[in-house]
């Protein structure tokens, strides 16, 4: 990967032509999607509250102990048994430091990261993190959704969505420097029924009307299975939590989702693996991009020494497969030999793997101040959520509903697209065999990854 900003002007002009033709089906987006069985009645009544947990997409820290400094990748290697990758690395790797150098640096876009309860010490932890990497600063802005308990670092749940906060504010803001950060902490339990997901949509929605926010990034996700109902065909207590999405295609709002850290399955309501497919929402909704995981092998300067990888290390594999609510989207009708007739996830993907892991730190448990490892897709997301808030400054405007332009720049040859397939790998786990990487469009990689450059032109039409 890797194309110079001398030799991409031609392709611009060629992309944007590409896409035009899909612009009149991308309006289809903003109704939604009819979901299978959505005629099945409501049964009487509140549906049973069956104890449901929401979960971070992070599969957490590696190490438990903060570092004082981060290491290279060969120190990783040959001290931990893992890569280990620093902001600068994925900037390489992705090929963005020619935009950079173009001045498209997210200036004037706004991310809006959405978490529980958030973390206390993150403006500091951004602030160090910044330092450590050269990074100019950023004020992140944070919006307290309703009666944020004060944190307890001995609160194991507080604790691991401080470690997700973490993650998606310092990568998104890493990937797009000078893009505004908001972040939406929600005071929420996740214990009860869908208990959560209704303030988290909520405060999206609210953000959306307000026209606060260009990219929203959810580095979470709940079973589809373990929704009410879902035994008896009844879809409901599911797609009542649309509202955000469908505000946010009313609105031009990118929204994306991390198709989840369990390859092709999933928790259960006692947090255990599902022992068949499954899939999670808000990545398998069609209004959401889904994005998937892959494993980079890098060098210490970012540079590849092998392909990337659909991740599936000792510590995750990258979620995918097909929903069992929604139906395929119209824009998913060229791979419809892939994902039959039900909405197919991811869509794309970013580096999740821990065994590749990223750098962070944090502060906020005063037992563990330091650098830490942390993988999954919920680093895909944010990560992925700063191209998107590139791919707008380019573009002049918001981009919006992204799945019909990735599907259509698909189309055209990597050299134009900027997307570059993926083709080893699958994300079978715990026993449940997944799908294989495959030339085209997979349910392991999605489209497959992308090429910064020249995807932040093609995607902004340029």
Known sequence: MGTSPATAGPRRSATARALAFLAVGATALTAGTVTAQSTVAFAAGAPAQAAFK???ASQGHIDAVGRTAP????DC???IGIHCYSPLQYRAAYDLNPLYQEGITGKGRTIVIVDSYGSPTIQHDLETF?????????NVE???WGNVPAFDPKNADQVSWAGETTLDVEYAHSIAPDAHIVLVETAVSETEGVTGLPEMMAAEQSLIKQGKGDVITQSFGATENTFPGFDKGDYKSLTDL?????TAAEHNVTVLASSGDNGVTDSDLNNNLYPYKVNSWPSSDPLVTSVGG???TLDNNGNRTAADKVWNDAYGAGGGGTSAIFDRPWYQTGVANVVGDHRGTPDISMSAAVDGAAWTYDSYDPTA???HLTGGTSEASPLFSGVVALADQAAGHRLGQLNWRLYGLSMLPAEWSGITDVTTGNNSWNNVTGYQAAEGYDLASGLGTIDGYTFVHALAGR
């Open 77 to 79: 290697v040959s001290q």
């Open 130 to 138: 910044d330092k450590q990497w050269g990074i100019q600063d950023t």
């Open 142 to 144: 944070v919006v307290k």
């Open 369 to 371: 101040v330091g650098w």
């Open 294 to 296: 892959t494993e980079l």
């Open 54 to 56: 929401l979960h971070p």
């Open 242 to 246: 649309r509202f955000a999405f469908k």
């Open 71 to 74: 290491l290279s990748t060969s």
